[in-house]
């Protein structure tokens, strides 16, 4: 083992109890503060674990102090709020889980799913509703149900974005090359076609994956219930503590749910992992009708004026449909950012634009080139 290594994996524990224990002292909710203060004790547990690693090689180590950068840190907070170092901490804890995850697996061990309890916890704590002020969970749940609107929102507005997008650069790319209309139709549907699957095949895989992810962890979770349940009950008060619950009530509800298995196994996936037990990540196949039928919206945007008109009649009419498509995306996209409509609507336009002039005039020079 690299000592360096093992001395900076010390530096890291001690800083992250001192920020837990900083960040603690100065809340005004009792369940945060006790939260962070038991994840401080971890952390020193931890910290006193690597020392002992490190007096292996060096028997007169000393436990080192918060670094200067850790106290920069909890200064940075002070100016501008300690969101952004419960972020960092949540990052932290992420490498750790991914760290222990690697070191059983070089060892031949299998992992236990207690790699990411801290992670869990520490990122309850920072989408709370906000730090200092009490948290509730009834804000949590108002938070969520905006957060998947807001991801079908965003899916629509992307997806048909590419569309239009594309496809308009495709079809102002061989339109600029003089090409008759048949073979303009025939490349814009091509392009749709191609552009279509491919998106709905993209999000076909990237929702199995996440289903057969959450299916693995919902797995791993119901082993560790059967071996170590007071370890996963005590897990889980922690959790309803950081979701704004006093330790009275979360206990309360940590023992309802251990009654039986099924209302534990149930509890767990919900609060530790995040996952809707029955739909484990939504469906592949209605994700990916979904992508491809938004994307192809947004391609025939572009392509139909050369179904009805041609030459530069169907030019015209294509780019200014796609103007108007462009700033309708660029409105829609007001409703996750918060923007002005004219100045995201305009945005989209003139980005849009850019891409099929580039691509027009690359056409063009082609098309002088091919008939020289």
Same mark, same amino acid.
């Given at each position: ?9 010390? =530096? ?14 100065? =809340? $005004? ?14 952390? !020193? ?25 850790? !106290? ?19 990052? *932290? ?16 061990? !299998? ?8 992670? /869990? #916890? ?20 108002? $938070?969520?149900? !905006? ?7 965003? &899916?629509? *507005? ?7 997008? $594309? ?13 008759? /209309? ?23 895989? $990237? *929702? ?8 693995? =962890? #919902? ?8 071996g170590s349940p007071e370890e996963e009950k005590k897990e889980l008060v922690l959790l309803y503590q950081a979701k704004g619950m006093n330790?009275?009530? %979360?206990?309360?509800? %940590?023992?309802?749910? @251990? ?7 149930? &509890? ?15 469906? %592949?196949w209605e994700a990916a009708i979904a992508s491809f039928i938004l994307f192809a919206i947004g391609a025939i945007i572009p392509l139909y ?23 309708? #995306? ?12 004219? @100045?995201?609507?305009?945005? =989209?336009? &003139? @980005?849009?634009?850019? %891409? ?17």
């Amino acid at each position: 083992m690299d000592l360096n290594k093992l001395k900076g994996q010390l =530096q890291t524990e001690v800083d992250t109890a001192f920020l837990y224990e900083s960040i603690a002292a100065i =809340q $005004s909710d009792e369940n945060l503060t006790r939260v962070l203060q038991s994840l401080a004790k971890i952390e !020193k547990g931890h910290a006193k674990h690597m020392l002992d690693k490190v007096r292996e090689f060096e028997p007169n180590h000393v436990m080192p102090l918060p670094s200067s950068r850790a !106290k920069f840190q909890l200064k940075l907070g002070k100016l501008f709020g300690y969101n952004s170092i419960i972020s960092s901490l949540s990052n *932290v804890e992420k490498q750790f889980a991914v760290n222990a995850i690697k070191n059983k697996i070089e060892k031949g061990e !299998k992992p236990n799913g207690f790699e990411h309890n801290h992670l /869990n #916890i520490i990122e309850a704590v920072n989408n709370n509703a906000a730090l200092n002020v009490s948290g509730g969970l009834l804000s949590k749940f108002e $938070s969520r149900h !905006k957060s998947v609107g807001g991801n079908a929102l965003r &899916a629509a *507005v992307l997806g048909s974005n590419d569309g239009l997008v $594309s496809n308009m650069s495709l079809v102002m790319g061989v339109a600029g090359a003089a090409v008759s /209309n048949d073979t303009i139709l025939l490349t814009g549907i091509a392009g749709l076609m191609a552009g279509a699957i491919s998106m709905a095949l993209g999000e076909w895989l $990237s *929702v199995q994956s996440s289903r057969e992810l959450n299916q693995r =962890q #919902i797995d791993l979770e119901t082993e560790e219930l059967e071996g170590s349940p007071e370890e996963e009950k005590k897990e889980l008060v922690l959790l309803y503590q950081a979701k704004g619950m006093n330790a009275v009530e %979360a206990q309360k509800l %940590a023992e309802k749910a @251990f009654e039986n298995p099924d209302t534990a196994i149930d &509890a767990i996936i919900t609060e530790e992992l995040g996952i809707d037990k029955e739909e484990l990540g939504g469906s %592949a196949w209605e994700a990916a009708i979904a992508s491809f039928i938004l994307f192809a919206i947004g391609a025939i945007i572009p392509l139909y004026p050369f179904m009805i008109l041609d030459g530069k009649n169907a030019i015209y009419l294509s780019i200014a449909s796609s103007v108007v498509g462009l700033f309708g #995306i660029g409105a829609a996209i007001t409703l996750l950012t918060g923007k002005s409509i004219l @100045f995201s609507g305009m945005r =989209q336009v &003139a @980005f849009g634009l850019a %891409a099929a002039a580039v691509t027009y005039g690359i056409g063009t020079l082609i098309g002088v080139s091919l008939a020289g």
